[in-house]
């Protein structure tokens, strides 16, 4: 993963440099290079002229049931003054007061496999573009996932400790957040471990998992794992944790933590672990986090942030959650589970 503060002209080079390595790391052709670095310069740019600056995100999302390989993930994030009209602005020439923003979104938008854009005045914009190794047909039909994240790693390292994904099988959709114990590339390799077993024990229910995670991290340092599952047919989710993660259910209005069991699996999981079953309806939304998220948190209340696409609301989560004055202490994941959002691909982030 890259992570590059945008606060001057240099950095839109940065911000595309890391598009760039990204996209030689995930194996995309040089067409596909070349749409991702124009994404990552538009949007840095963007940064720098219309909010004072922000940071971007690069993060790799691996697709494997689909052939499709593995996708570049690009998120801006700013705390500018916010964008009024977000339709206007995606639309090619559409200018401001004082300056003109020219194709740079509308072009985002065409050249991404997917393009989320949500904004609000005063409070700032977050943007998200995901490249896959092929180009979206023209008249495809709006790609929504189930679930979406967003990981940063402390001290801007190019490996994460954390990871996530998720998995169908069937009616069953299960969400994996693993927080390997400690920063560094050996905590990456549990997280890394724990998300390949998702895979491969999609169809089994929570407690399950969590005991083959058990055994499959034990060469590892072990990790911090939360295993969510929607059951379609029943309208319901179960959730099980082990370790410092955090998991918060939104139903109706109403926000709800889902508590974890001490613990390091692959290392020491208690004998008894308890599994939280609810109502999964329309209006649910599931956030699952690492301990690198400060614990006080505020919960977003925006229905039209709740309505976006999870990669949306996970790193609108990230940016509001944090500040200079609050810096980023640990590794960090949050990653978003929705309903009604039905696809045959498993995503996740590496």
């Known amino acids: 993963m890259w992570e590059v503060p945008v606060d001057d002209a240099t950095r839109v080079r940065d911000a595309r440099t890391a598009a760039r390595e990204a996209c030689l790391r995930a194996g995309l052709a040089a067409p596909r290079t070349a749409d991702a670095e124009l994404v990552a310069t538009e949007l840095a740019t963007n940064l720098l002229k219309h909010a004072g600056g922000g940071r971007m995100v690069v993060n790799l999302v691996a697709r494997p049931a689909d052939g499709a390989g593995t996708s570049v993930q690009l998120f801006s994030l700013d705390n500018g003054p916010g964008i009024a009209d977000v339709p206007a602005a995606l639309r090619d ?24 854009l949500y904004s609000v005045p005063d409070r700032g914009t977050v943007a998200v573009a995901r490249i896959d190794p092929e180009p979206a047909g023209r008249g495809t039909a709006r790609d929504d996932m189930p679930a979406g994240g967003i990981t940063v790693a402390l001290a801007r390292a190019e490996r994460s400790g954390d990871a996530w994904g998720w998995a169908r099988s069937g009616g069953l959709l299960t969400l994996l957040l693993a927080d390997g114990l400690g920063p560094g590339p050996h905590a990456a390799d549990a997280a890394g471990v724990a998300v390949a077993e998702l895979r491969r024990g999609a169809g089994l229910p929570p407690l399950d998992i969590l005991r083959r995670l ?26 099980a944790g082990i370790g410092d993660v955090g998991a ?48 006080r948190w505020v919960p977003p209340e925006d229905p039209h942030l709740l309505g976006h696409d999870p990669s949306v609301v996970a790193a609108t989560i990230l940016r509001d959650a944090g500040s200079p004055a609050r810096p980023v202490r640990d590794d960090t994941s949050v990653a978003v589970l929705a309903p009604d959002r039905r696809t045959s691909t498993h995503d996740s982030h590496l």
């Open 248 to 295: 918060r259910l939104r139903t109706g209005d109403t926000w709800t933590s889902l508590e974890s069991h001490p613990g390091i699996v692959g290392a020491h999981i208690p004998a008894h672990v308890s599994l939280r079953r609810v109502p999964w309806r329309r209006d649910s939304l599931l956030v699952v986090h690492s301990d690198g998220l400060p614990g």
């Open 214 to 239: 058990h055994t499959a991290l034990r060469p590892t340092r072990g990790a911090a794992v939360a295993v969510a599952q929607v059951d379609a047919e029943r309208a319901e989710l179960s959730y």
């Open 93 to 116: 020439g559409y200018t401001t007061a004082d300056v003109s923003l020219g194709a740079g979104l509308g072009s985002c938008g065409r050249r991404a496999n997917s393009f989320h």
